[in-house]
C-alpha cells in the first residue's frame, strides 16, 4: 500500500506563492503517475495538474494553467507544486493523488488509487 504525504500548505495574500510537496512511501521502487487535487468549502474535489511517472506529460486544468506548475524530482515519487499568482478561490484542501501508469494521463479523481490526507492552502487578505 502506497501512502503519500503532502506538505507546504499555510496561508497567502493574493498574488503570493506557495509550493506543494508530495512523497510517496514507495520512493523509487514503483513508477506512479502523481496528481494534485484540491477541494474547496462546499465544492467537490477538482483536478489540478498531473505529471506521468517520467515527468515527460504534465496537464492542468484550464484555472490554473499558466499560473501552477507541477514538477517531480527524476526518478523518484516526490512531486511538487509551484503556485503564484494565487487568488482567494484557490482556497482549498489540496490533496496529492497517485496510481501506477497507464497509458494516457486522468483527471479523474476516481482513477488515482492512493491519496494523501491534504494541506490546506488559504488565500486571503
Known amino acids: 500500500q502506497v501512502q503519500l504525504e503532502e506538505s507546504g500548505g499555510g496561508s497567502v495574500q493574493p498574488g503570493g506563492s506557495l509550493r506543494l510537496s508530495c512523497v510517496a512511501s514507495?520512493?523509487?521502487?514503483?513508477?506512479?503517475?502523481m496528481s494534485w487535487f484540491r477541494q474547496g468549502p462546499g465544492k467537490d474535489r477538482e483536478f489540478v495538474a498531473v505529471?506521468?511517472?517520467?515527468?515527460?506529460?504534465?496537464y492542468y486544468s484550464d484555472s490554473v494553467r499558466g499560473r501552477f506548475t507541477i514538477s517531480r524530482n527524476s526518478g523518484t515519487n516526490k512531486v511538487y507544486l509551484q503556485m503564484k499568482s494565487l487568488t482567494p478561490e484557490d482556497t482549498a484542501v489540496y490533496y496529492c493523488?497517485?496510481?501506477?501508469?497507464?497509458?494516457?494521463?486522468?483527471?479523474?479523481?476516481?482513477?488515482?488509487?492512493?491519496w494523501g490526507q491534504g494541506t490546506q492552502v488559504t488565500v486571503s487578505s
Open positions: 505529471i506521468n511517472w517520467d515527468g515527460d506529460n504534465k
Open positions: 514507495e520512493s523509487t521502487s514503483v513508477k506512479l503517475d
Open positions: 493523488g497517485a496510481r501506477r501508469p497507464r497509458t494516457t494521463s486522468s483527471a479523474n479523481a476516481a482513477e488515482y488509487d492512493y
